[in-house]
């Protein structure tokens, strides 16, 4: 069977509990043969910086596999399915189980105590389901304590090169998942675990405590291969899974939106990324949002944001191509209780026809998951990896690649314009009309705008000012040095920049310039800002590639403090640990305590593997 029968076959099917796709009806890959085409050329030779394939050969296969999912190997292993991945992992490693954090890692109380209503949380990608980013009441700190801000504690993820993942923090409970894919229940205090949990692939996406009968609760989360796990958050055992979709390029980047026993789980892939792979069949995947019912995993609807692709031809490399695909659900929907409906916010095409639902804002029905309305900002969008190279499957008058990274973010309060905020990569900031059907109010812009460009992964806002900072990243691709697994070289002066505009009419407030790198810097650092930002009463939060996170004073932008996180750490579980580059959530910041993941390479930033910890007395 050809890939788009296997997917198409398999597109309703549910998988409850092997740790494996279920999807896999041909022939699996043979292991030796994909390291003979994927690794032999640099395993194979005698280099001090490469491990022999014998040293592979005793470690892990589970160490391998992370090696390549979110390891050193990333980039490497971008043109390869998830079954070539297990099978190079398997044919080359050991069974052996992992040790896992040390003994001394652990809490001597290892209870996990959630109070039925916190005092303080930010819960999931912000601390209310209308996505605004703004810790109001319950940050614990003040603009006047910030600059004393200093570290409290450091954390370790031992063998990774990417800390990205959103905490979750519920009063002293926090809530993390790794590169490594363990997700980690720990003491705010101090830092020490609780329990760990061992998901199928990496774990980015923030998690979302929602209660249970009998007072308990469930920790709700996505991962890089496609599932949707509930954990008991008191216990860390696993409740129910569901592989969301079958398409084997499928990742949970962003958090589920959960909202009466609900959990709405935005579904997104990184096909766009195979199709740099001339020989690949592109495109397949369709962007989706799944509703689950948090009690037991049940689905109770399934919503493609595009039309099942067809055959459209072949490309210069003779491989079939499909379309329409693509049109995937990057960022956390947004609720809207009153109308019951679920803001969701589009990315692209990766192939022709082009959809009327890609770099869109989108009304879902939250009832059936129906369409109530959609309002495309980007028409004609269809880009995919290879375009980058001009490359055999990059399809004929190509976009501009401007998905939406970043959550809408409703205003709905009361005396407030009812408007919906949302930033595009193409650097512009749009303000929208709930009322009538996503009509434009207005629109800003803030940043060039690009592949990497423009907004990026969020916003913040009180509802009178919106802050976003912007990417534009300057990178060229380097294919001259296998040895990088990193595939781009950055530039340390080009991006970023951070402006506040006012709600009402878009017009700005402040603009905050970005900090080229300094003279010397290792390579990897860039002032390019695409992280979310993150707001209190006061100030605003944000970071960036170069390494740093900094405060700024909410009113005029003014920097209140800054720290580099691009340095070594003595950790609380005595992993050996440093920090890079910082992209994807952005800060969290609540009780008193602002936590920061750092290390970023797989756009060519620096790799880190830290969680800081930071307070103020
Ligand atoms: C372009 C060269 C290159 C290719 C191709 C390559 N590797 Fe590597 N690999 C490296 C280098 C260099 C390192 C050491 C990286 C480091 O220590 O930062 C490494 C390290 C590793 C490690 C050790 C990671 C750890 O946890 O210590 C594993 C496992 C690995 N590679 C597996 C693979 C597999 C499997 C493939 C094929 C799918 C592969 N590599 C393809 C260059 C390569």
């Not at 910030?146 to 519920?170: E, H, N």
């Not at 920790?219 to 969301?244: M, R």
């Not at 990766?350 to 959609?374: C, F, N, Q």
Request: aromatic content about 8%; proline content about 6%; overall charge neutral.
């Amino acid at each position: 069977m050809n890939r788009i029968a296997r997917v198409l076959v398999v597109a309703a099917a549910v998988c409850l509990a092997s740790p494996a796709p279920a999807q896999t009806v041909a022939a699996p890959p043979d292991g030796q043969t994909v390291y003979a085409a994927h690794c032999a050329q640099c395993h194979e030779q005698a280099n001090a910086r490469v491990p022999p394939r014998d040293a592979l050969q005793q470690m892990p296969s589970t160490r391998i596999m992370r090696a390549l999912d979110a390891g050193p190997m990333l980039a490497i292993a971008m043109t390869m399915n998830r079954d070539e991945r297990i099978a190079v992992a398997k044919y080359l490693g050991t069974d052996t189980a992992e040790s896992g954090p040390s003994a001394a890692a652990f809490c001597t109380d290892r209870s996990v105590r959630l109070a039925a209503t916190p005092k303080a949380a930010w819960n999931g990608w912000s601390p209310t389901t209308k996505n605004s980013r703004f810790e109001s009441a319950g940050a614990g700190l003040t603009a006047e304590r910030v600059p004393r801000l200093k570290l409290k504690w450091a954390f370790g993820f031992a063998g990774d090169v990417a800390a990205f993942a959103a905490p979750t923090v519920i009063d002293d409970q926090i809530f993390v998942g790794s590169a490594a894919g363990v997700v980690h229940a720990m003491r705010a205090e101090s830092g020490c675990l609780q329990w760990v949990f061992q998901a199928n692939g990496p774990v980015r996406a923030a998690m979302v405590v929602g209660p249970l009968e009998g007072g308990r609760h469930a920790l709700l989360f996505g991962d890089l291969a496609g599932w949707f796990y509930a954990v008991g958050a008191e216990t860390g055992e696993l409740l129910w899974k569901q592989h969301v979709e079958s398409h084997d390029s499928t990742r949970l980047t962003a958090a589920a939106v959960v909202h009466d026993g609900v959990a709405y789980v935005p579904v997104s892939s990184w096909e766009e990324a195979r199709a740099g792979d001339p020989t690949y069949a592109c495109c397949t995947f369709r962007g989706s949002v799944v509703a689950l019912r948090v009690r037991d995993g049940a689905q109770l609807w399934k919503t493609y944001l595009s039309d099942a692709p067809k055959e459209i031809g072949r490309n210069a490399s003779n491989a079939l191509r499909f379309g329409p695909s693509g049109v995937a659900v990057w960022a956390t929907p947004t609720v809207d209780a009153k109308r019951r409906l679920l803001y969701v916010t589009t990315g692209d095409d990766y192939t022709e026809p082009a959809s009327a639902t890609s770099d869109a804002v989108l009304a879902l029905d939250m009832r059936d998951g129906s369409i109530a309305w959609k309002k495309q900002i980007t028409a004609n969008d269809v880009y995919n990896g290879s375009c980058r190279s001009a490359a055999a499957n990059c399809p004929q008058g190509a976009g501009p690649d401007y998905d939406f990274g970043s959550s809408a973010i409703l205003l709905d309060g009361e005396g407030q314009r009812e408007l919906l905020l949302a930033g595009q990569k193409s650097g512009i900031v749009f303000a929208l009309d709930p009322r009538r059907r996503g009509e434009i109010v207005w629109q800003t812009r803030i940043g060039k705008g690009g592949t990497n460009g423009g907004v990026e992964w969020g916003m913040a806002t009180d509802g009178d000012v919106v802050y976003a900072s912007v990417s534009d990243v300057g990178r060229t691709r380097q294919d001259n040095n296998l040895l990088d697994p990193r595939r781009y070289a950055l530039d340390p002066a080009q991006g970023g920049g951070l402006t506040a505009l006012r709600v009402k009419d878009g017009t700005k407030v402040w603009y905050a310039a970005p900090q080229p790198c300094p003279a010397g810097a290792p390579a990897g650092c860039s002032p390019a800002q695409p992280g979310a930002v993150t707001l209190i009463p006061g100030v605003l939060f944000a970071t960036s590639y170069d390494g740093h996170v900094r405060a700024y004073a909410a009113a005029d932008g003014k920097v209140l403090w800054d720290y580099d996180t691009a340095r070594e750490f003595t950790t609380v579980n005595n992993v050996p640990a440093h920090g890079g580059s910082i992209d994807g959530p952005g800060p969290v910041v609540v009780n008193g305590l602002v936590l920061v993941n750092s290390g970023y390479p797989r756009n060519g930033g620096m790799p880190g593997n830290v969680l800081l910890a930071f307070g103020a007395d």
